[in-house]
């Protein structure tokens, strides 16, 4: 079975600063990753995904992603926050069965943008 | 061209109780697909749904039963409802997910209380 872990709950960082949100997976064969972020009362919004096409995937609004095999991560960052990154942030993978495709979610990382 | 549009946004039920929500994919989309997402966690897979035939499931009782209709609207009903049904109820919409890179796109939610 397929799984994400996202290894922190909560993360704060000053505006301006770089953001690290960290990201492990456990699958059996080439998964595909996804970063969503979800601000308050607003649905769920894709950042980037990792397709195999190339490691280092770059997303909507300065968000990027390395996929590390040997280290079984996709970490997402970005050089400098904005105070409207204040969001939820989930890992997700996608999992296959029955020749359709479901997300399995992490638990989430809320990051905090402080002034 | 509107996105994926969910009905209502909150809903108040007392334990016992059935609901019904309601989902609208993106336009173009075929495939819906419900998740529950509890307080603090992360969005748990229901079921999905293409050509009006649920064609996976996750790990939830039979009380959480759902339908799509011709034009690829889906509803999703939960009868006597527990306490423990409260929850943000997420619907997913993508073009016959087949791939694990096919990307799901969310609506806003709808938000159920059970007192």
């Known amino acids: ?23 492990n997976y456990s699958s059996s064969y080439s998964p595909s990753l996804f970063w969503y972020v979800q601000h308050p009362n607003k649905g769920l919004q894709l950042l ?17 992603a390395e996929f590390k095999k040997s ?20 890992c997700v993978v996608s999992d296959q069965n029955s020749g359709t495709y479901k997300y399995i979610f992490g638990t989430g990382t809320r990051l905090k943008v402080l002034a | 061209d509107a996105g994926v549009t969910q009905s209502p946004t909150h809903l108040i039920k007392t334990r016992g109780q059935q609901v019904t929500l309601r989902c609208s994919p993106k336009s173009g989309h075929d495939t819906v697909s419900w998740y529950q997402q509890a307080l603090g966690q992360g969005p748990q897979f229901i079921f999905q749904y293409y050509e009006e035939e649920e064609r996976q499931r996750g790990n939830f009782p039979d009380r959480f039963s759902g339908h799509q209709f011709p034009n690829y609207s889906s509803e999703l009903n939960v009868n006597a409802l527990l306490l423990g049904d ?16 096919d990307t799901q796109y969310f609506g806003p939610g709808t938000r159920l209380t059970v007192l």
Not at chain 1, 71 to 90: G, I, R
Not at chain 2, 91 to 99: I, M, Q
């Open chain 2, 86 to 101: 409260s929850a943000l109820y997420l619907c997913a919409s993508s073009l016959a997910v087949r791939t694990s890179t």
């Open chain 1, 1 to 23: 079975a397929q799984s994400v872990t996202q290894l922190d709950s909560h993360v704060s960082v000053s505006e301006g600063t770089p953001v690290l949100l960290r990201c």
């Open chain 1, 48 to 64: 980037l995904k990792y397709t195999s096409a190339a490691t280092l995937v770059k997303g909507i609004n300065g968000f990027e």
């Open chain 1, 71 to 90: 280290e079984t991560s996709f970490h997402l960052t970005k050089p400098s926050a904005h105070m409207s990154d204040a969001a939820e942030y989930f």
